[in-house]
Structures are given as structure tokens and as C-alpha cells.
């Protein structure tokens, strides 16, 4: 059996849970393409699938039109135009459930009320027609109880297909922090791995340099940042937590009380950059190249083109992983991650198409999960975009490797950005750097040498993806709940710039006790039912 995986294992092998190739898991299917070229289904996408910038619409796409030749169906993607909100273009559709495509990918939280759209007949529920229609997806789910159980409700009606990563957990953490290696070296200092040696990093460049400690904004949203060396689980936006089968909001936890305490800190000493909140993926670049930040924090894409950028600036590729820093003891609460199943991108069938398109439906979604359908999601056509390598890998053609534009594997791929299908290892290790796998392993082994230690950390403390709610529960928290992530957000900046003294206890107390003009004992108390159910699956 070829494999797609060998250098992921090679790279993981300090885990003793790593997934098996998907290849090894995945059944092949004869039937593609299927006999229905004079079929149509529409299929929208939120995001995830837009066509490459390079091409007008969907319609010259390489990835769109060759599904439709893949599958044997003729597809008509219906996908938000360039400059359009992905989310407000889907509430225009899900206005008019009468007149939905037959295929909805939506994003991250799209489903969490699927229990609704099953009750209000908007949706399909698959379960009497997954196991002989989708059969590939059927047995990957059944690989995994984890994958099966983000796919169906409290009842146990399948709903969707999802998006899962080939390595499980590796990829879900893929941000962290990062430093100026030849910083390091001039200063004789190692890679920071404590809360000490962190700090005493951000103050040494800060005396050589002026450098200070940066990060996008972004990189604060739905993520607990660095709040884990004090124990925390939260930034800046609302972040749900669960420990020992207790939920709780990241915000109103006394870890973040601590971070936020330390970011201040550094606020007040001239050592965070003050233009944190305004700074982007985009503005952020200008004061990396011109050494105003050298330990910060961003993504494993990011950190590529931060080496690319200062490399052809003549500064060199100098950026490199650091390890999440843990708290002086070695302890450490929480890291960005995940369990290798996406937070969002699932495809439903909705009820405009009727039971003969349905079936259809189900054929074309089932591809992503054959063999054929993997590889084609992951790569495009074969001997075009892509061929075995010597080592049983596939690897680029000159077609693809020569192609000098902005992720130019997305104008054959559909596994890139994540969508309902499963995405190859090995994809993400021919798109980056050497540097930026390295850095991804960084961050995602905390503790290398225990593997249910370190997936505590890097997702077992998550809200779990596919929980669904309750009707009623879904009523409520669409009246009570709508609020309480700008004051986590505002409350966040208000403590890091010191409008709000965090260390105050009675500003602290006040903090708290204001979450309850927000609801959050009675959002807490939903959320901690919904949790049971799904742990009772």
C-alpha cells in the first residue's frame, strides 16, 4: 500500500497514537465516475473553496470543473463573490429554505443547531441512507469514535460530512510563537521553554534592539494565546472550556486573570507592541522587517512568508518556532489546537433535493473519503498536478512545482483551506517550509513523551466539535447569548492597556459579577447540558 504518511511519521513517532495514513484507512470505489453526467446538484460554500485569484469564477477553475469529471455529475457551485461576506451571503440563502442548494459547506458553528434544521425538514437526516450511499464515509467515521460522534446529533441521526486532518491533532495547532534566531545567537540565549525565559527574552531584545513582543490581532481571537503558562484557556473572544467534565467561559477563569496581568505588564514597560490591537497578517510584516519585533507570535503559513519576505529583504530566513512556554514549574493549561476534526466546514444536504438527488448528493460527497477522492482533494489530477515519488509519496509535477503564484495548489485542490474531506499530511509538507514544519512540531509536542499529556493540552480542554443543541436551548441562546463575546473582547483591551486595573480585586469581583447582565450562569448551564449529552454518545 503506497503511503502518503512516511515523513509524518517519521516527524511523530514520539506519539504513540499517530493516525494511520489515510490511504490505510480509506476504502477505493469503482464507481466514479458514476453514470449521471445528464444530473445537476448545486453545492455552495461559504468558504474554503473559493476559486484561485487567478480565475474569474468557479467556472474556470480546474478544481471545480474537474469534480464535476471526477464524480460523473455535472456540479453548479454556488460560492460568495470576492469581496462578499461569506457569513451575512449565507444568511441570505437560509432565508429562503425553499430555495437552498442541494449541498450547503458552511463554516466554523454553521450545524451547531442542526437538531433544528432536521426538526424544520431544511435538512436531510442520513442516517437510513449513509451506510449504502456513502459507504466511504461510513467506515472512516467508524475508524475513529471521536469522528462518529461529531457527525450526528444527541439522537444519533448523521447530519454531515466533515473536515478531518490525515495526523489527527498536528495541524489543529498551528500558531504559536516565534523568534529571531540570530537574536539568539548574538545574545547567547537558548530557545525560551519557561514563562521566565520568555519574558527575559522580550526585555533582552527590547535592550539590544527595541524590539518588542507582537502579534496580530487576530491571533487573540478564539484562542487561548499564550494563556497556558498561567493556567488559563482564554484571550481575547468568548472561549468555552471544559475540565473534568466541567464547563466553564476561559474569561471568567482566574488563569486568565494572571495573563492578562502579565500582559499589562508588558504594556506598561514599553515592551508589547502598543499597536497590537490594529495590527493584521498584512501591517504586521513592515515591523518584522524592520526589526521592530523579534520574539512574537503568528501562524506556521505566516512565519513562511515572514522568511520569505526577510530573506529577499537581505536579512536572511531568521525566523524559527519557539517552544509554548510553560509556567516556571513546567506546568501548562492549554494550547491552541484541536483533535484533527475541523470546528466547522460541514457539508449537509438540504431538502430541495428530493430523495433521488439525495442519493446522488451523498455519492458525490462520499468521493472525498476513497482513496481516488483523497488524493484528488488533496492534489488534483494525477500525472497533471501530481505523481508518486520514489518514496511512495506523491510529490509535485514541474507543472506545479514551477508555479510561482500565491498558494497555487488551491487552483487544483480543494484540502487546502479545509472543507468536507480529509486533508494529507503530506499537502501541508509540500506548501511549507522546512522551517515552518519544524514549527508546527514545536508547538504541538508540549510533551513529547506523553502522548494523552500533551493532547490534554492541546485539545482536551476544547468545547468538542458537533455538540448540538436542543431546540429550546438554541430559542435561548439566540436571545441571551448574543452579547457576552464583545464584553470578553472589550474587558480583554481594557485590562492589557491598564483602563481596568485586572489586579484589583475589586475591579476583578465587579468583572465577574457583570458577566450576569450577560447571562453567563444561564448560557454555563446550557452549555453544561449540551456537553453531558454529547459525552453520554
Given at each position: 500500500?503506497?503511503?502518503?504518511?512516511?515523513l509524518?511519521?517519521?516527524l511523530?513517532l514520539?506519539l504513540?497514537?499517530?493516525?494511520?495514513?489515510?490511504?490505510?484507512l480509506?476504502s477505493?470505489?469503482?464507481?466514479?465516475?458514476?453514470?449521471?453526467?445528464?444530473?445537476?446538484?448545486t453545492w455552495?460554500?461559504?468558504d474554503?473553496?473559493?476559486?484561485?485569484?487567478?480565475?474569474?469564477?468557479?467556472k474556470e477553475?480546474?478544481?471545480?470543473?474537474?469534480m464535476?469529471?471526477?464524480?460523473?455529475?455535472n456540479?453548479?457551485w454556488?460560492?460568495?463573490?470576492?469581496?462578499?461576506?461569506?457569513?451575512?451571503?449565507?444568511n441570505?440563502l437560509m432565508?429562503?429554505?425553499?430555495?437552498l442548494?442541494?449541498i450547503?459547506?458552511?463554516?466554523?458553528?454553521?450545524?451547531?443547531n442542526?437538531?433544528?434544521?432536521?426538526e424544520?425538514?431544511?435538512?436531510w437526516?442520513?442516517?437510513?441512507y449513509?451506510?449504502e450511499?456513502a459507504p466511504?464515509y461510513?467506515?472512516?467515521?467508524q475508524?475513529?469514535?471521536?469522528?462518529?460522534?461529531?457527525m450526528k446529533?444527541?439522537?444519533?441521526?448523521?447530519?454531515?460530512?466533515?473536515?478531518?486532518?490525515?495526523?489527527?491533532?498536528w495541524?489543529?495547532?498551528?500558531?504559536?510563537?516565534?523568534?529571531r534566531t540570530?537574536?539568539?545567537a548574538?545574545?547567547?540565549l537558548?530557545f525560551?521553554?519557561?514563562?521566565?525565559?520568555?519574558?527575559?527574552?522580550?526585555?533582552?531584545?527590547?535592550?539590544?534592539y527595541?524590539?518588542?513582543?507582537?502579534?496580530?490581532?487576530?491571533?487573540f481571537k478564539?484562542?487561548p494565546?499564550?494563556?497556558?503558562?498561567?493556567?488559563?484557556f482564554?484571550?481575547s473572544?468568548?472561549q468555552?472550556?471544559?475540565?473534568?467534565?466541567?464547563?466553564?467561559?476561559?474569561?471568567a477563569?482566574?488563569?486568565?486573570?494572571?495573563?492578562?496581568?502579565?500582559?499589562?505588564k508588558l504594556?506598561?514597560?514599553?515592551?508589547?507592541d502598543?499597536?497590537?490591537?490594529?495590527l493584521?497578517?498584512?501591517?504586521?510584516?513592515?515591523?518584522?522587517q524592520?526589526?521592530?519585533?523579534?520574539i512574537?507570535?503568528t501562524s506556521m503559513?505566516?512565519m513562511n512568508n515572514w522568511n520569505?519576505?526577510c530573506d529577499?529583504?537581505g536579512i536572511?530566513?531568521?525566523?524559527?518556532?519557539s517552544p509554548?512556554?510553560?509556567a516556571?514549574?513546567?506546568?501548562i493549561?492549554?494550547?491552541?489546537?484541536g483533535?484533527?476534526i475541523g470546528?466547522?466546514h460541514i457539508?449537509v444536504?438540504?431538502?430541495?433535493?428530493d430523495?433521488e438527488?439525495?442519493?446522488?448528493?451523498?455519492r458525490a460527497l462520499?468521493?472525498?473519503?476513497?482513496?481516488e477522492?483523497f488524493?484528488?482533494?488533496?492534489?488534483?489530477?494525477?500525472?497533471?498536478?501530481?505523481v508518486?515519488?520514489?518514496?511512495g509519496?506523491?510529490?509535485?509535477?514541474?507543472?506545479?512545482a514551477?508555479?510561482?503564484?500565491?498558494?497555487p495548489?488551491?487552483k487544483y485542490n480543494?484540502?487546502?483551506w479545509?472543507?468536507?474531506?480529509?486533508?494529507?499530511?503530506?499537502?501541508?509538507y509540500?506548501?511549507?517550509s522546512?522551517?515552518?514544519i519544524e514549527?508546527?512540531?514545536?508547538w504541538?509536542?508540549v510533551f513529547?513523551?506523553?502522548?494523552?499529556?500533551?493532547?490534554a493540552?492541546?485539545g482536551g480542554?476544547k468545547w468538542?466539535?458537533?455538540?448540538?443543541?436542543?431546540?429550546d436551548e438554541?430559542?435561548e441562546?439566540?436571545?441571551?447569548?448574543?452579547?457576552?463575546?464583545?464584553?470578553?473582547?472589550?474587558?480583554?483591551?481594557?485590562?492589557?492597556?491598564?483602563?481596568?486595573?485586572?489586579?484589583?480585586?475589586?475591579?476583578w469581583?465587579k468583572y465577574l459579577?457583570?458577566?450576569e447582565?450577560?447571562?453567563?450562569?444561564?448560557?454555563t448551564?446550557?452549555r453544561q447540558a449540551?456537553y453531558?449529552?454529547?459525552?453520554a454518545?
Open positions: 500500500m503506497k503511503k502518503l504518511f512516511a509524518a511519521l517519521a511523530c514520539v504513540a497514537a499517530v493516525p494511520a495514513s489515510a490511504l490505510e480509506l477505493g470505489a469503482d464507481i466514479y465516475p458514476l453514470d449521471a453526467a445528464d444530473k445537476t446538484i455552495y460554500a461559504q474554503g473553496l473559493n476559486p484561485h485569484e487567478k480565475f474569474a469564477d468557479w477553475s480546474p478544481f471545480h470543473t474537474n464535476s469529471k471526477q464524480i460523473g455529475v456540479i453548479e454556488v460560492i460568495p463573490t470576492t469581496g462578499t461576506d461569506g457569513g451575512t451571503f449565507t441570505t432565508a429562503d429554505p425553499a430555495n442548494p442541494n450547503m459547506k458552511l463554516g466554523s458553528g454553521g450545524f451547531d442542526a437538531a433544528l434544521y432536521l424544520d425538514e431544511v435538512i437526516d442520513l442516517t437510513p449513509i451506510q450511499y466511504a461510513y467506515a472512516f467515521l475508524t475513529n469514535p471521536a469522528y462518529d460522534k461529531a446529533t444527541d439522537d444519533g441521526q448523521y447530519y454531515g460530512f466533515g473536515f478531518f486532518r490525515e495526523g489527527g491533532g495541524n489543529d495547532t498551528y500558531q504559536g510563537p516565534v523568534v540570530d537574536w539568539l548574538e545574545q547567547g537558548d525560551p521553554k519557561t514563562l521566565s525565559e520568555f519574558e527575559n527574552v522580550i526585555r533582552v531584545f527590547n535592550e539590544k527595541g524590539a518588542k513582543f507582537a502579534a496580530p490581532w487576530s491571533r478564539q484562542s494565546a499564550l494563556s497556558g503558562m498561567f493556567g488559563g482564554a484571550a473572544d468568548q468555552w472550556a471544559v475540565q473534568d467534565g466541567k464547563v466553564f467561559l476561559g474569561q477563569h482566574e488563569g486568565y486573570r494572571a495573563y492578562v496581568s502579565w500582559l499589562n504594556w506598561e514597560e514599553g515592551l508589547l502598543q499597536d497590537i490591537f490594529s493584521d497578517d498584512t501591517s504586521i510584516k513592515a515591523k518584522v524592520n526589526g521592530q519585533i523579534g512574537g507570535y503559513g505566516q520569505k519576505e529577499a529583504a536572511g530566513a531568521v525566523w524559527a518556532g509554548i512556554p510553560k516556571d514549574d513546567g506546568s493549561s492549554s494550547v491552541f489546537g483533535f484533527g470546528t466547522g457539508a444536504i438540504t431538502k430541495t433535493a430523495e438527488t439525495l442519493k446522488l448528493c451523498l462520499d468521493y472525498a473519503y476513497t482513496q477522492g488524493l484528488f482533494w488533496n492534489y488534483g489530477l494525477e500525472n497533471d498536478t501530481w508518486w515519488g520514489p518514496e509519496i506523491p510529490v509535485w509535477t514541474e507543472k506545479m514551477n508555479d510561482t503564484d500565491v498558494d495548489m488551491t480543494g484540502a487546502t479545509g472543507s468536507s474531506c480529509i486533508q494529507a499530511d503530506n499537502l501541508l509540500l506548501k511549507n522546512k522551517a515552518a514549527a508546527n512540531n514545536t504541538f509536542f513529547p513523551e506523553d502522548n494523552e499529556k500533551n493532547l493540552v492541546t480542554w468538542p466539535v458537533g455538540t448540538t443543541f436542543t431546540l438554541a430559542d441562546l439566540d436571545l441571551i447569548a448574543g452579547s457576552i463575546g464583545t464584553y470578553c473582547t472589550e474587558n480583554f483591551a481594557s485590562f492589557v492597556t491598564g483602563t481596568l486595573d485586572v489586579d484589583d480585586d475589586a475591579v469581583e459579577a457583570d458577566f447582565t450577560y447571562n453567563l450562569s444561564r448560557i448551564e446550557i449540551c453531558d449529552r454529547y459525552a454518545r
